[in-house]
């Protein structure tokens, strides 16, 4: 019976100062990026990739591309040896006689067993007698067709593992078939047994001296087929684990019946199709289709119509000592050559292939389909999307046949028919070893990887900058960026030495970033959930939805934590050797390990905060937030002009916040992964720059009422990257006394426990959505006097952090049409604020050392006001909440927001939180969403000016946005609980002139005896040449200086010339070409208007542009001729480390919270500036990056950081501050 199964013999070939400004500056850089156009319909399913957001800001739409070929998965098929062989052991089996077959024992099959064991549960059909020969009878000790596990991992085994490996690493980015010579992948469908034919069931079998005529015959009732096509690793799991070892090998008859497969399965003109043949012997039996025995088979095909006219016909000429010889003639050719279906070459044939080798290589070079189509199915005269199969960009349709020799007993002659097998120079392996198979899997899908690459394109652009205030002007912080690399570098920038104007003769300063460690929370809650991020800690790497331990530790964590003795490639080098994996190419960012732009994911939308006492001459701490998911805190080194201002001390990432998904199978952390893959960011629907975390971050001193410590604490909004937002502890001392606090609370050690603070709600349960705003951190009285209506500063004094509850999941069209995700069900019904326990700790004035921790615990949610319900008021987005302390207690009293539907409302806060509200006070229209926090300016303790402008431009369709834009003032009488709802026809309107590029608004007589609001109508949407200039639009918080309201507004030309795709193409899956190219150019206007009356500004008692000398300027607006950040207002002279949060309108930004021990003694003065204050607006511009044009260093093309000059009415006394030591800040 052993000269059944095939002949094999050992190959030994292994086969595979004080003042810190901050600002996020630009570098105006030309970087690669691909087509964006056009965005694709809403998906059916939401990934990694599903956001509502434009993957860039608006800025960032410059690029020329030619792209095709998008998406389109390649067929892999593969091809399995199921012959009895493969239950052959990896290593040496004592006492198994016949070749090292593993040694068996029964098992129980079912489907749920092989999917829990690895060790599956096998049929097999032969098995070793006493006598240590194979036989399919059972006699002599030999128990053939019956249910076995093995107990040493067979080749059957460590095949199934590298399949699995390499669905895991491939999941969604190949179609996959299966088949293996006599169908045993479909074991799980045919109650764990094969089909195993009559043979053995006949009185036939039981003849003495018949066993060598059964070869040709009776082996199952029908020729197996392979699994159909399938998109996902899911899919094809329980095939994989049916596999098991079985009879003997027809392999170039079943190699031609699956390419029919293929065939049938090649959708697009542009599909790569593949083959993927493993095998551990000589193939033997059932010849080729039509062979004389085939008609056994139920199924019998022969030849097929098509396969004659491809291949040529084949004439069966006999058998003789090296079995079945054929004389075959190509398609139209009378010429005969001889054929052998078992061996690759013979003596016959010269440098032709046998076997399967005369197939693959034509199915490499021959076009498979033909003009029309294929003549044997309906309706293929084009293919899935229209396209002509004779495309002359994709003229053939091809099959490439990969070939894997595994075993360490090949004979030469199944060496070769393999080796003709495969149809490319590097498309053969060869190994005995379980894990190099694997690894081989690995590099095979790599190389098909590679053929479906996408092109880049260049861009460039700039980012939004913040501010905070120090105590003098002396350094101000940027960020360049850089999207080819989707990095930023967080510079240091230092100002002249009377703190007027940047330095420009000193050059930015990077900071460093040797002490890097990342604090990882996933946001489990039993206390697991908060660890460092280390390459050991292995059973993490469920969190960034990894499945290969090495991945993790070789690949995946020296990446994200920029491994200061490993270069990108290096790591790149490493992981191409890691099989599964989950990202096929990791990213080179930079050539060096220690690049700058290594160092940082780019940094988009969030503010750099400085807080903390003065060190070295500068405040201890700088914070931002990147989009490689971290939150980055610097700490100040000595030195305060030469040398490196900060270092980076500590990465905080919140893994386990929600993206698009209500449990936690979309989250940062498993979203993570993609940012490294290489290709990241060079086009928008497939491999799309992402947010991760770009939100609004804000900090609190707590007050020093009673005497208590002061301990700095911070909140960050995840932005366009997650719905939630994460609680910090930063520094200062704990209030009780009993130690520091954050960072400074023992060392890096102590962090985990001492940093973060808390995280909002995960789960089904979380209804918010991406928290594109920032958080106000405040001091509240729960408890109120109701005669009086003041607040009870006793006890009952919280502080509470305000959020906004965000954007809907789902996504856009190009036009603007939402489909939301319905999966995240608990997203509110109306805009909503958000109110959170910040500390769980009492603040009021009786509060003792032994008494502070009461009340609900830190991150309890308090309080969620909604918006009141109305026509055309639905599930959608308020805008960051603007609090006000009016009567100057210590604690807010009223907070303003606007919603994405254009309304302004006033959430009442004056009393106990059960009694806490919102009315709305401006009714307006979702053409004109209000998107950022509105500004205050404070006529008494009830009446308030309310500014806000309107405009979007966070998604796609923004950028040609044509609706009219606005900046307006509601008056707002906080003495009536319920105002009457002005609408924007009762808005008075002002309108502006230009003029050398300026403009200037002339009062039109406004009276607030009869209007009680005003608008100033921005310029209109139109044309200029082939350009469309958007609407204007005011997306950032004004600035108050006296009574005037500073605010920049943008208007982007956008100029798009494109193919169209097909309506029926699916730009994320095509082969059409599409030729786009989108210039975006922009300018921002800063616009200066009285808050009063909406007119230009009041010189007499109003702030004011002003000169190089200082004098004033009476335009209402100016042209800045490029993108610039928004209005930051400071007073470069004196600016205190420590900044109050609260302004001189009552309005509560962020610093150090108000004593409650002089209520209403506390507020500065808003009708005039201190004599020896030096005002401006400190920006970064967009501009053109001198390092493009090469020579210059990155830390020098920063882009522009300036301080416009600004002015106002003056004190007669500069002290007139009543016991402040600040001078006024805003």
Known sequence: ????????????????????????????????????????????????????????????????????????????????????????????????????????????????????????????????NKWGNITGAEKNGARPRRYVTFSQDTRMQVAIDGMHAILDGYDGKVNWSLYSLWGTEKRHLMGGKPDWGRWFDTEEWKIPGIWSAWDNRYKTYAIPTPVDFVGTAAEMRDYVNSLSPYLDTPTTDRYIRAIRVIRDNIKYRCQKNYIVVLSDGDANTDEIPGYPYEERYTNETGFLDWEKKYYGTFRRWGVDDEGPWYRFSLPGSRDEYWYHPYYGRTRYNGEGWNGIGLFSHTLRDKDLIPSGGRPDK?????????????????????????AVGFGNDLSADGITYLRGAASCSNCYYQTDDGNRLREIFGEILNEIAKETKTPSVRTRGTSTPSVSGSSIASIAASLSLDTDKWASVMLFNFFNANGTAIDTTKKAEPAKYDDRVVLVNNGKTDGSGIYWLTATDTARKIDFA??????????????????????????????????????????????????????????????????????????????TAANDGMTYIFESTAG?????????????????????????????????????????????????????????????????????KQQYVMMGNMGQGGRGAYALSIAGEKRDGTGSAGMEAGGQTQWRTSVPMWETEKGVNNGLGYTVSSPTIAQVATQWDAGSKKPKLETGVRVYAFLANGYRPGVYDDAGNFTPNLGVNAYDRTPTLYVYEMMGQEFGLNASA????????????????????????????????????????????????????????????????????????????????????????????????????????????????????????????????????????????????ESDKKRYIVDAGFDKNVNKGWKVLLKASSTDGDYLVSAEKAVSQPGMLLSTAFISTRI???????????????????????????????????????????????????????????????????????????????????????????????????????????????????????????????????????????????????????????????????????????????
């Open 378 to 402: 309906a309706n293929d005269s084009k293919d899935a999307e229209g396209g002509d199969w004779d495309d002359p960009k994709f003229p053939k349709q091809l099959i490439t046949t990969y």
């Open 850 to 993: 032994g008494s502070l921790t009461s009340g609900a615990k830190p991150g309890a949610l308090v309080r969620k006001i909604s918006v009141p319900p109305g026509p055309d008021i639905g599930p959608g987005a308020l805008s960051t909440p603007l609090l006000v302390d009016t009567d100057i207690y210590g604690v807010v009293d009223v907070a303003y927001a606007g919603d994405q539907f254009g309304n302004l409302y006033r959430f009442d806060l004056r009393g106990e939180p059960s009694t806490w509200k919102a009315v709305m006070i401006y009714k307006g229209n979702k053409k004109q969403p209000i998107t950022a926090a509105p500004a205050v300016y404070r006529n008494s303790e009830k009446n308030y000016v309310v500014v806000f402008g309107t405009g979007s431009d966070v998604f796609k369709h923004d950028l040609k946005d044509t609706n009219q834009q606005m900046i307006a003032g509601i008056y707002d009488d906080l003495s009536i609980d319920a105002p009457a709802v002005l609408t924007n026809d009762s808005l008075f309107t002002q309108t502006f002139t």
């Open 546 to 623: 990894l499945t290969s331990e090495q991945e993790f530790s070789n690949a995946f964590v020296p990446w994200i934590l920029r491994d200061p003795g490993k270069t990108d490639k290096q790591i790149q080098d490493v992981a191409n050797n890691i099989t599964p994996r989950r990202i096929s190419t990791y990213r080179v960012r930079t050539d060096t390990a220690d690049d700058v732009y290594r160092q940082m994911g780019d940094v988009l939308g969030t503010p750099t905060i400085a807080l903390g006492k003065d060190v070295a001459g500068k405040q201890k701490y700088v914070i």
């Open 1 to 128: 019976m052993e000269h059944m199964m095939k002949t094999q013999r050992k190959m030994g070939i292994p086969l595979r100062p004080l003042l810190l400004t901050t600002v996020v500056g630009v570098a105006c850089q030309q970087y690669a990026i691909a087509q964006t156009t056009p965005t694709p319909p809403p998906a059916a399913t939401t990934d990694e990739r599903t956001s509502p957001f434009l993957p860039r800001p608006p800025q960032f739409n410059s690029y020329s591309v030619k792209a095709g070929a998008t998406g389109v998965r390649p067929n892999v098929m593969f091809f399995i040896d199921d012959s009895g062989s493969m239950q052959q052991g990896i290593n040496y089996v004592p006492g198994r006689k016949h070749k090292n077959w593993a040694l068996n024992r029964d098992c129980s099959w079912s489907v749920q067993y092989n999917r829990d064991h690895r060790n599956k549960c096998f049929y097999i059909f032969y098995d070793v």
């Open 1052 to 1226: 982007y030309r956008v100029k798009e010339v494109e193919t169209k795709l097909p309506p029926q193409a699916n730009p994320r899956m095509t082969c059409y070409e599409s030729e786009s190219s989108v210039d975006t150019k922009g300018t921002s206007w800063t616009m200066a208007i009285n808050a009063f009356t909406g007119a230009g500004p009041d010189i007499k008692r109003g702030g004011y542009f002003a000169d190089k000398e200082g004098k004033a300027q009476d335009h209402a607006g100016k042209d800045e001729g490029y993108i610039t950040s928004a209005v930051n207002i400071i007073d470069t002279a004196k600016v205190e480390p420590n900044a109050r949060q609260l302004g001189v309108n009552g309005n509560l930004g962020q610093g150090e919270a108000e004593s409650l021990e002089n209520p209403g003694q506390n507020l500065g003065r808003n009708d005039c500036l201190s004599k020896t204050s030096k005002w401006g607006n400190l920006r970064a511009i967009q501009e053109d990056d001198p390092s493009t044009g090469g020579g210059t260093t990155p830390t020098e093309g920063a882009g522009r950081v300036d301080v416009q000059p600004l002015g106002g009415k003056r004190c007669g006394d500069p002290s007139f501050i009543r016991g402040i030591k600040r001078e006024i800040l805003l």
């Open 640 to 708: 305060t002009s030469a040398g490196t201002p900060y270092a980076l001390k500590l990465n905080y990432l919140p893994a386990g916040m929600q993206r698009e998904s209500s449990d936690d199978s979309l989250t940062v952390g498993k979203t993570l992964p993609l940012i490294a893959e290489d290709g990241y960011g060079k086009e928008n629907i497939l491999k799309p720059h992402l947010y991760l975390n770009n939100g609004g971050i804000s900090w609190l001193l707590t007050a020093k009422t009673r005497g208590f």
